[in-house]
C-alpha cells in the first residue's frame, strides 16, 4: 500500500481550509484517511499552518510521500 501525506480541503465556498492527512494515494481527497497531523488555513493574514512535526517525521520513515502542493507549503 503507498501512502501520500496531501491536502484535503475543508470549509465553505470562498473559504477554503485544509486538514494535513495521511491516506492511500489510490482513495480521493475527501474520502476516509489514515490520520490527520496537521491543518492549513490559507485566508488568514499570514496563512496558518499547524502540523505535527514527529507524526511528519515518522510517516515519513515508513515511506510515506509529500503531495506537490504540501512540499510547497513545508
Given amino acids: 500500500m503507498s501512502v501520500k501525506i ?16 495521511v491516506i492511500d494515494e489510490r482513495k480521493k481527497r475527501n474520502s476516509h484517511y489514515i490520520e490527520q497531523i496537521g491543518f492549513y488555513d490559507p485566508m488568514k493574514n499570514p496563512a496558518e499552518l499547524t502540523f505535527d512535526k514527529e507524526k511528519l517525521a515518522e510517516w515519513t520513515k515508513k515511506g510515506a510521500q509529500l503531495s506537490e502542493g504540501l512540499r510547497k507549503l513545508i
Fill in 6 to 21: 496531501r491536502l484535503m480541503r475543508i470549509g465553505k465556498q470562498h473559504d477554503p481550509k485544509y486538514r494535513i492527512i
